[in-house]
Nanobody
Framework: VQLVESGGGLVQAGSSLRLACAGSGIAFSIASMAWHRQIPGKQRELVASIILGGGSTNYADSVKGRFTISRDNFKNTMYLQMNSLKPEDTAVYYC?????????????WGQGTQVTVSS
């Protein structure tokens, strides 16, 4: 299983970016998908998540109303649409998938993609 993020970059405040996370080698059930971010010296924080079973989503308070998580089941790909970006959104963004293999959950992470928002 391999997760590859793309879509990061350097943008100005108020701009939009869409991150993508493409999963390969996934022949198992995906239980959940999520995006996290990390600033150097700080803990990785959850940005948004989606439970595939019921489709429920969850967002960090700091991104509610600005970010949207979505998925394309046929492509095993997840997205994070980020609008009205702020300098404090600057971080490395990681995607995470939880797969169910023989009844047990396994967590996989992408390598991260840098998002930099200038003021």
């Amino acid at each position: 299983v391999q997760l590859v993020e793309s879509g990061g970059g350097l943008v100005q405040a108020g701009s939009s970016l869409r991150l993508a996370c493409a999963g390969s080698g996934i022949a198992f059930s995906i239980a959940s998908m999520a995006w996290h971010r990390q600033i150097p010296g700080k803990q990785r924080e959850l940005v948004a998540s989606i439970i595939l079973g019921g489709g429920s989503t969850n967002y960090a308070d700091s991104v509610k109303g600005r970010f949207t998580i979505s998925r394309d089941n046929f492509k095993n790909t997840m997205y994070l649409q980020m609008n009205s970006l702020k300098p404090e959104d600057t971080a490395v963004y990681y995607c995470r998938m939880v797969l169910i293999i023989k009844g047990k959950p396994y967590v996989y992470w992408g390598q991260g993609t840098q998002v930099t928002v200038s003021s």
